[in-house]
């Protein structure tokens, strides 16, 4: 089976392609070779590539820079998404969309289900949950897999930060009260894959919106306290640097965050036996791939 792999270029869409399975052809353009939010590339682009199934790892994902660059992140977010949609439909194809826990208020206090109420709380999260339903709406086979905290060896993101900061400074504070689940692009990109090979044997798609996040959930502080553990025990740092837990009230930035953004996997595990990765171990091999460069 063929596969477009659009946003080929970043965290997931990277993995998604080098985890490729045997059995898939795969043509991976990032947003130079294919911008989704122009409808004439995505229609010429699908009707050339003729794929059987198109995975979307292409999303404006700055949270921060969103709020002053909103036009750019709805267009990308939603309008993107939008016109996958159309020219999958054309086809007759499905589509597999990455979204994220940012679509949630941020305020409950037990796990997000899939059926709870949205209430995103800046640009980032409400953009995307437009690309959810502007998917929905368009296309009648797709599956959107929300997920939250990615990290991985390619890309930025928090384990990068963290060891960077940790080997320029002897202390570091690290916001204590946001709680959610960091999630690896590897595990993302092979819980995809999974489906992707669902539907390649039966023809079949368990449509609609599912969660995938690593567990056990934690906060930003407990994160950064188990990357520098582990990273010390790599010889990745010197010596780990002082951390202070600090409230999000002390670390004031131009998007609001969700305090609570732990979700609920288990409809995804009962549709099809994939489980929620631990993100611990998946912490130790990205620092073992780190090490390696």
Same mark, same amino acid.
């Given at each position: 089976?063929?596969?477009?792999?659009?946003?080929?270029?970043?965290?997931?869409?990277?993995?998604?392609?080098?985890?490729?399975?045997?059995?898939?052809?795969?043509?991976?353009?990032?947003?130079?070779?294919?911008?989704?939010?122009?409808?004439?590339?995505?229609?010429?682009?699908?009707?050339?590539?003729?794929?059987? @199934?198109?995975?979307? !790892?292409?999303?404006?994902?700055?949270?921060?820079? *969103?709020? #002053?660059? %909103?036009?750019?992140? +709805?267009?990308?977010?939603?309008?993107?998404?939008?016109?996958?949609?159309?020219?999958?439909?054309?086809?007759?194809?499905?589509?597999?969309?990455?979204?994220?826990?940012?679509?949630?208020?941020?305020?409950?206090?037990?796990?997000?289900?899939?059926?709870?109420?949205?209430?995103?709380?800046?640009?980032?999260?409400?953009?995307?949950?437009?690309?959810?339903?502007?998917?929905?709406?368009?296309?009648?086979?797709?599956?959107?897999?929300?997920?939250?905290?990615?990290?991985?060896?390619?890309?930025?993101?928090?384990?990068?930060?963290?060891?960077?900061?940790?080997?320029?400074?002897?202390? @570091?504070?690290?916001? !204590?009260?946001?709680?959610?689940?960091?999630?690896? *692009?590897? #595990?993302? %990109?092979?819980?995809? +894959?999974?489906?992707?090979?669902?539907?390649?044997?039966?023809?079949?798609?368990?449509?609609?919106?599912?969660?995938?996040?690593?567990?056990?959930?934690?906060?930003?502080?407990?994160?950064?306290?188990?990357?520098?553990?582990?990273?010390?025990?790599?010889?990745?740092?010197?010596?780990?640097?002082?951390?202070?837990?600090?409230?999000?009230?002390d670390y004031p930035t131009p998007a609001k965050r969700p305090a609570w953004s732990v979700m609920d996997c288990s409809k995804l595990?009962?549709?099809?036996?994939?489980?929620?990765?631990?993100?611990?171990?998946?912490?130790?091999?990205?620092?073992?791939?780190?090490?390696?460069?």
């Open positions: 089976m063929r596969v477009l792999i659009t946003g080929a270029g970043g965290q997931v869409g990277y993995e998604l392609s080098r985890l490729a399975p045997a059995e898939f052809e795969v043509l991976g353009l990032d947003s130079a070779a294919l911008d989704i939010t122009d409808l004439g590339q995505v229609q010429s682009a699908v009707a050339w590539i003729q794929p059987g @199934l198109i995975i979307n !790892a292409a999303a404006y994902t700055a949270v921060d820079k *969103a709020e #002053s660059d %909103a036009e750019r992140a +709805w267009a990308v977010n939603q309008d993107g998404v939008a016109n996958l949609a159309t020219a999958a439909k054309g086809l007759e194809i499905p589509v597999l969309h990455i979204s994220t826990d940012y679509v949630f208020a941020g305020d409950a206090d037990t796990p997000y289900s899939e059926t709870d109420p949205t209430g995103p709380t800046g640009v980032y999260g409400a953009s995307k949950l437009a690309g959810e339903n502007a998917l929905a709406a368009a296309c009648s086979r797709y599956l959107v897999l929300r997920t939250s905290w990615v990290f991985g060896a390619h890309g930025n993101n928090f384990v990068k930060t963290m060891l960077r900061l940790g080997n320029e400074r002897d202390s @570091l504070s690290v916001v !204590a009260d946001q709680q959610g689940g960091p999630t690896s *692009a590897v #595990s993302i %990109a092979t819980a995809l +894959w999974k489906l992707a090979e669902m539907y390649r044997i039966r023809q079949e798609l368990p449509r609609g919106v599912y969660h995938f996040s690593g567990t056990p959930y934690c906060s930003w502080f407990e994160f950064a306290e188990e990357i520098f553990r582990q990273a010390e025990s790599l010889g990745q740092v010197q010596q780990c640097p002082q951390l202070s837990a600090i409230t999000t009230a595990e009962k549709a099809s036996g994939i489980v929620p990765p631990c993100w611990k171990e998946d912490l130790r091999d990205v620092l073992i791939e780190l090490s390696k460069r």
